[in-house]
């Protein structure tokens, strides 16, 4: 059990049940940070949401929303590869573990390149950020997750680096672990852009 | 360190269990555009698809981030911060709908 996980076990649970927290203390706090700002994009989107409604009535409807379904399914089953990354080095099959990493880039670029199309499709619209007040938060909102996302790939990639030099052995995967929880945040938030920004109307 | 068929069992039992949060993501995922898309905007659909986003964080959250086991306060912030921001969410496009109608 690390430091981290001895200041925060505590109470009569964690004596029955071992705890794990993957990844380090200074992830979490990454993590969180992240989401707070997050937090605060979601906030603004409400409060424009609140004073220009026709706009973000009419908004979501000339949305490519084909475009935001297939990103979704995308991100999903990134999560879904970069967990079983973490299982496959938790039971030290190395080769298993690079592969799965090297899935999850690929649903990375996958991402990015549906991202570049939901764009262009826009453009053909004439659809800009200076359109109006929902696209202007649309894109805001938009392209500070696409940043995220490759931020997150270029991290595993680089993890998927390390794990085929042997970085990683099943008593010491931390760092595998934080950017595998770095990427579930970014699947996280996604999901709750989905609805916002597509769906609920 | 070697795979041995007692850590390789214990892996495929969670591989298991991963097969069927993933399928269970996509179903959500499906259902939750099938009610947006199925009809005009109501309280009711917003409730509903609230509920999906709410069922499929904890499912990510839980399983996928592996923090079912974690230290409690990793858990209970990542989680609350989900649920605060789904619900103000919900609760606010549903007040506008709600004004909207009458």
Redesign the interface.
């Known amino acids: 059990m690390t430091t981290?996980?001895l200041l925060?076990?505590t109470?009569p649970?964690v004596a029955r049940?071992?705890?794990?927290?993957?990844g380090s203390i200074a992830v979490?706090i990454f993590?969180?940070a992240e989401?707070t700002e997050f937090?605060f994009f979601?906030?603004a989107f409400?409060v424009a949401?609140?004073y220009f409604?026709e706009e973000f009535?009419e908004g979501p409807i000339q949305l490519n929303?084909l475009a935001g379904?297939l990103n979704?399914?995308v991100l999903?089953?990134s999560?879904?590869c970069?967990?079983?990354a973490?299982?496959?080095i938790?039971?030290?099959?190395q080769r298993q573990t690079v592969i799965w990493l090297l899935c999850t880039v690929g649903a990375g670029v996958t991402y990015c390149l549906v991202k570049a199309w939901e764009y262009q499709w826009n453009e053909a619209r004439g659809i800009t950020a200076r359109t109006n007040y929902f696209f202007a938060t649309y894109y805001y909102l938009m392209f500070n997750h696409f940043l995220h996302v490759v931020i997150g790939t270029c991290t595993i990639l680089g993890t998927a680096v390390l794990a085929a030099l042997g970085h990683y052995?099943?008593?010491s995967h931390d760092g595998l672990?934080g950017a595998?929880?770095y990427w579930?945040m970014i699947?996280?938030v996604w999901?709750?852009i989905?609805?916002?920004i597509?769906?609920?109307? | 360190m070697l795979q041995t068929p007692q850590n390789y069992d214990a892996g495929r039992k969670k591989l298991d269990r991963t097969n069927l949060v993933w399928l269970g993501l996509v179903g959500l995922t499906l259902l939750s555009v099938l009610v947006g898309e199925s009809g005009p905007p109501s309280v009711m659909a917003t409730f509903f698809i609230c509920l999906i986003v709410l069922l499929k964080g904890r499912w990510i959250i839980r399983d996928f981030m592996g923090l079912r086991h974690a230290a409690p306060l990793t858990r209970w912030i990542i989680t609350g911060y989900f649920f605060v921001m789904t619900s103000l969410v919900g609760i606010f496009v549903g007040y506008l709908q709600f004004t909207a109608t009458q």
């Not at chain 1, 049940?17 to 993957?22: A, D, E, L, M, V």
């Not at chain 1, 938790?90 to 099959?93: E, N, P, Q």
């Not at chain 1, 597509?198 to 109307?201: A, D, E, G, S």
């Open positions: 981290f996980e925060r076990s109470g649970d049940t071992k705890s794990h927290t993957p979490w993590i969180y989401l937090a979601f906030l409400l949401k609140f409604p009535r929303t379904f979704t399914l999903l089953t999560s879904f970069v967990a079983r973490v299982q496959a938790k039971r030290g099959a052995t099943v008593d672990e595998a929880s579930h699947d996280l999901i709750l989905f609805p916002l597509y769906v609920l109307r």
